[in-house]
C-alpha cells in the first residue's frame, strides 16, 4: 500500500519559515520523482517544485529564490523549505510522487500552510 504522509504545515506570518515534509512508503523512492503541488482556496492545484530521481530540480517562478526542494532517499522523505512566506503562498500543500509510468502517480492527503499579514 502506498502512502505519503505530509507533515509540517502550519500558521505563520509573512516573513517567516516552514519546512514541509513528506514520508513515502509502499514504492520504490529512489526511482520516483517527486513534487510539492500547492491548492488555494477557489484556485487549481498548481506545481510548486519538483525534484527528479538525479536531484534536478524545478520551481513555480512564484517561488523561486524562497523555497528549496530536496530529497533523502534512505528515509524516503521529500522536503520543501519555505522562507520569505506571503500570504500568497497559503494554501493546501500536496505531496506528489511520480514513477515510471502514468499508472504509478500517488498524492498525499495534503498539510495546510496558512500565512499571516
Known amino acids: 500500500q502506498v502512502q505519503l504522509v505530509e507533515s509540517g504545515g502550519g500558521l505563520v506570518q509573512a516573513g517567516g519559515s516552514l519546512r514541509l515534509s513528506c514520508a513515502a512508503s509502499?514504492?520504490?523512492?529512489?526511482?520516483?520523482?517527486m513534487g510539492w503541488y500547492r491548492q488555494a482556496p477557489g484556485k487549481q492545484r498548481e506545481l510548486v517544485a519538483r525534484?527528479?530521481?538525479?536531484?534536478?530540480?524545478n520551481y513555480a517562478d512564484s517561488v523561486k529564490g524562497r523555497f528549496t526542494i530536496s530529497r533523502d532517499n534512505g528515509q524516503s522523505t521529500v522536503y520543501l523549505e519555505m522562507n520569505s512566506l506571503k500570504p500568497d503562498d497559503t494554501a493546501v500543500y500536496y505531496c506528489?510522487?511520480?514513477?515510471?509510468?502514468?499508472?504509478?502517480?500517488?498524492w498525499g492527503q495534503g498539510t495546510q500552510v496558512t500565512v499571516s499579514s
Open positions: 506528489n510522487a511520480v514513477g515510471l509510468t502514468s499508472a504509478h502517480d500517488y
Open positions: 509502499g514504492i520504490p523512492f529512489r526511482i520516483y520523482v
Open positions: 525534484i527528479t530521481r538525479d536531484r534536478m530540480t
